[in-house]
């Protein structure tokens, strides 16, 4: 208890100087313990009145989450050495679906029909064929999912969580971390792949500027009847627009694809979810008899309530 604790270490290992002296003093007086100048550790006793509320508090927070019984605990501690709940999360691998903006403000030329032409985001890449020329981004999507199939369990019953065993953890983080060294690499070399697809998006943006230009003039352009006044202000107008496309910052492209992983402990809330348990005998996540035991202690102590 708090006041054994401190008597025992003070008895069996007294300071040795007075900065140590200092310490132990802080520590006990933090929990209402003397330390006498005869070295004597006592119990001092409580000035403060009894606080009801604070009381009635804590016993309705332990009536609502009553502590575990120690002999659940070591249950429950046994399975929690066996399996345990993972979260792997691969982000960037979607690049495909990464948008340019054009300002929200609005475009350097208002004009409604080009508005619509250009609507307000575009993909940064347009080009079909860009993943195949590039495989180093679907070579980490396969990686990433033959390292989930190779170790993880996916759970119908825990959304984006697996199971993983805990006899193969070593395993699974070495895998782990040599597919985060590839994925450090790839993403120095990512910026050198987008530019191409960046040029490509611009490329594209003048050429249907150019078409929208020859079929709808502006009232400026159309101010200049000599063919090269006009070209030259028509040239101007979209070097313009295409400039105001926001591409990503090629700096934050070198953090783009990333791979987490996340572990939590089973719980007794979780041990007590049929779901769960219907789910961990199916996919025999957990022996038959270790279910059954469960399940077991879970009716003993509904039966208690």
Not at 28 to 39: F, K, Q, R, S, T
Not at 52 to 62: G, L, N, P, V
Not at 224 to 239: A, G, K, L
């Amino acid at each position: 208890d708090p006041y054994t604790v401190p008597k025992l270490i003070a008895d069996f290992f007294p300071p040795e100087d007075e900065v140590e002296k200092k310490q132990l003093v802080k520590n006990l007086e933090a929990i209402n313990i003397i330390y006498g100048e005869d070295e004597e550790v006592v119990i001092k006793p409580s000035t403060e009145d009894f606080n009801t509320s604070t009381f009635k508090t804590i016993q309705e927070a332990i009536k609502l989450d009553p502590p575990l019984a120690p002999n659940l605990q070591r249950k429950i501690k046994t399975y929690n050495a066996k399996v345990q709940l993972a979260e792997l999360r691969f982000s960037g691998g979607r690049i495909q679906n990464m948008l340019v903006e054009f300002p929200k403000k609005g475009l350097p030329i208002q004009d409604e029909k080009l508005k619509e032409l250009l609507q307000s985001r575009i993909k940064l890449i347009n080009n079909a064929d860009f993943l195949k020329e590039n495989n180093l981004i679907k070579t980490l999507q396969d990686e990433v999912e033959a390292l989930r199939k190779k170790f993880l369990i996916a759970l119908t019953s825990r959304e984006g969580k697996s199971i993983i065993k805990k006899e193969e953890m070593i395993a699974f983080e070495k895998e782990l971390n040599d597919l985060q060294e590839k994925i450090k690499a790839a993403n120095k070399v990512l910026p050198g792949i987008l530019i191409k697809a960046m040029q490509d998006t611009k490329d594209l943006v003048l050429s249907n500027l150019k078409t929208f230009f020859a079929a709808y003039p502006t009232k400026e352009q159309l101010k200049f009847p000599d063919p090269s006044v006009r070209e030259y202000q028509t040239t101007s107008d979209i070097n313009k627009i295409v400039s105001s496309i926001r591409f990503p910052s090629l700096t934050k492209l070198t953090n783009h694809f990333s791979l987490k992983v996340n572990f939590y402990d089973l719980t007794w809330k979780d041990f007590k979810d049929n779901e769960l348990l219907e789910e961990f005998e199916k996919k025999k996540i957990l022996s038959t008899s270790d279910i059954a035991e469960i399940v077991e202690m879970k009716d003993a102590i509904e039966v208690k309530k």
